[in-house]
């Protein structure tokens, strides 16, 4: 017959909290769970303000330069205006050939204060010095008496919108035989 002796297994049963010691595993677990929280709201406070900051930075040099595609249609016309007005101005004949030579011109001065007013400027003549971040130089020439990389001709005038460069300057540039 077996023994009446039982094997006893040490079954060892969690340990039985206090209601105290609850309540401060809680509050332990309730404090970790904040401090993630508070820096999870940090980082997306910070990535916010980047975001507004990156935002109105876009918009105001949006705001800057809203003209400068229009600005660039009516430079193509100034142009047409100066070759019109360089042709009839050659053949000064007749008397209607200078009613539309001053028209032309009395046209293109108003386009060119009105682009002043709101601060395009014109850039690029003979004798100046080729930047190359200003100007396209088209055609090389040897001239005696000019400095190297000298401007000789001017084929388009460059523009300036504010800061920004809106059309580079068309130019013939000197260059001496090496």
């Known amino acids: 017959m077996p023994s009446k002796k039982t094997n006893k297994i040490n079954d060892k049963k969690p340990k039985k909290l206090s209601p105290t010691e609850k309540l401060k595993s809680?509050?332990?677990?309730?404090e970790i769970s904040l401090n993630e929280a508070s820096e999870k709201?940090?980082?997306?406070k910070a990535e916010f303000d980047n975001f507004r900051k990156?935002?109105?930075?876009?918009?105001?040099n949006l705001?800057?330069?809203?003209?400068?595609?229009v600005i660039k249609q009516f430079l193509s016309v100034?142009?047409?205006?100066g070759r019109l007005n360089e042709a009839t101005s050659k053949k000064n004949d007749d008397e209607n050939n200078q009613k539309l030579n001053d028209g032309i011109s009395l046209i293109m001065n108003k386009i060119e204060k009105e682009f002043s007013k709101i601060d395009v400027k014109p850039y690029a003549k003979a004798g100046d010095v080729l930047d190359p971040e200003l100007h396209d130089a088209l055609m090389i020439r040897n001239e005696d008496g000019k400095?190297?990389?000298e401007i000789l001709e001017v084929f388009e005038k460059g523009y300036l919108y504010k800061?920004?460069?809106?059309?580079?300057?068309?130019?013939v540039?000197?260059?001496?035989?090496?």
């Open 26 to 30: 809680t509050i332990a677990q309730l």
């Open 41 to 44: 709201h940090l980082r997306l």
């Open 54 to 60: 990156r935002k109105d930075k876009e918009i105001i």
């Open 63 to 69: 705001l800057n330069y809203e003209g400068e595609s």
């Open 78 to 81: 100034l142009d047409d205006l």
């Open 147 to 149: 400095n190297e990389n």
């Open 163 to 171: 800061d920004r460069v809106i059309r580079h300057a068309k130019v």
């Open 173 to 178: 540039v000197n260059q001496t035989p090496s």
